[in-house]
């Protein structure tokens, strides 16, 4: 008698269902944190480049400092953002806050992400 085993090569159904919804739920959870990401990165990059600005060319008052946040947020079309970022003045420095919430919607659960960050202009 010549008993040849087969060995099973691959993966079954069950395991081909199981992989595509660790997928799809990872899926899922980067379609809502990818964009609130690079959101805050641009907020970062245009406090930044204020900031840079400022350094080589010193401003005077605050309006100058809101008009060069009006140019960023038209030019990365973030509109949305004119209510979240805030300039205030302490009598030695132009203070510039951006602060706002999202939400993230997770499969059962929500959560609250914060974002706050001030650049400080001498």
């Known amino acids: 008698m010549n008993a040849t085993h087969r060995t099973q090569k691959g993966g079954s159904v069950i395991s081909l269902i199981i992989t595509l919804i660790v997928i799809g739920i990872g899926a899922y959870i980067a379609i809502q944190v990818i964009p609130q990401r690079i ?27 809101q008009s060069s946040i009006e140019k960023q947020l038209n030019v990365n ?22 602060k706002y919430d999202r939400e993230l919607n997770l499969i059962y659960t929500t959560k609250q992400i914060h974002y706050e960050k001030s650049v400080f202009l001498k």
């Open 77 to 98: 079309e973030m509109n949305n953002m004119r209510g979240n970022i805030e300039v205030s003045h302490n009598g030695r420095e132009y203070i510039i806050t951006a």
């Open 39 to 65: 959101e805050a990165g641009t907020v970062d990059n245009i406090l930044d480049e204020i900031k840079r600005d400022h350094q080589l060319h010193p401003v005077s008052n605050m309006n100058e400092i």
